[in-house]
T-cell receptor
Framework: SAVISQKPSRDICQRGTSLTIQCQVDSQVTMMFWYRQQPGQSLTLIATANQGSEATYESGFVIDKFPISRPNLTFSTLTVSNMSPEDSSIYLC?????????FGPGTRLTVL | AQSVTQLDSQVPVFEEAPVELRCNYSSSVSVYLFWYVQYPNQGLQLLLKYLSGSTLVKGINGFEAEFNKSQTSFHLRKPSVHISDTAEYFCAAFYGGSQGNLIFGKGTKLSVKP
């Protein structure tokens, strides 16, 4: 199994600012993903973080708003840019393959 | 498009009673199915998974699920729940492709009352 940590665990931010969320996995993994969980909703995939190349974004998500980095096989960051109250969500990092994915504890973001 | 449907958004149940959380998935030649649990203010934890083989899958904390291809269902069951089972439960599916991302249902909030 893989243990995933995220920083920060929660934050309250002002409109128009940006926040970078870090995700660290305790072992090398092929696939890393970023999900968003809006209040009372299910998880929606934002993008697949690709090591050494640009992330692959799902429909409705763009790189300018959610830039992602993955410099190596155990670390990734997600930035939420130019935030608005609609960005208030839990952001979760996950890692693994189709047969087993592990999730981080999430970052609870509130935008005022 | 592939989808996962959880028919009940909330399920209240008394302690020690049996529970079933329903999940249906859109039909596909190949699908892998998962149940995750999310306790308050925590991340997701894998309860159990179906990849192939026996259609009855046993997971952690006494939960089990049955893969039913004809009904396209993967319902989660526990014969006797505890207060500590109060959480949100998500059904998820993987339909193939190189990315490996999961498609999640909307979740079912299980509330266990004394």
């Amino acid at each position: 199994s893989a243990v995933i940590s995220q920083k920060p665990s929660r934050d309250i931010c002002q409109r128009g600012t940006s926040l970078t969320i870090q995700c660290q996995v305790d072992s090398q993994v092929t696939m890393m993903f970023w999900y968003r969980q809006q209040p009372g909703q299910s998880l929606t995939l934002i993008a697949t973080a690709n090591q050494g190349s640009e992330a692959t974004y799902e429909s409705g998500f763009v790189i300018d708003k959610f830039p992602i980095s993955r410099p190596n096989l155990t670390f990734s960051t997600l930035t939420v840019s130019n935030m608005s109250p609609e960005d208030s969500s839990i952001y979760l990092c996950s890692a693994g393959l189709y047969n087993e994915q592990f999730f981080g504890p999430g970052t609870r973001l509130t935008v005022l | 498009a592939q989808s996962v449907t959880q028919l009940d958004s909330q399920v209240p149940v008394f302690e020690e009673a049996p529970v079933e959380l329903r999940c249906n998935y859109s039909s596909s030649v190949s699908v892998y199915l998962f149940w995750y649990v999310q306790y308050p203010n925590q991340g997701l934890q894998l309860l159990l998974k179906y990849l192939s083989g026996s259609t009855l899958v046993k997971g952690i904390n006494g939960f089990e699920a049955e893969f039913n291809k004809s009904q396209t269902s993967f319902h989660l069951r526990k014969p006797s729940v505890h207060i500590s089972d109060t959480a949100e439960y998500f059904c998820a599916a993987f339909y193939g492709g190189s990315q490996g991302n999961l498609i999640f249902g909307k979740g079912t909030k299980l509330s266990v009352k004394p």
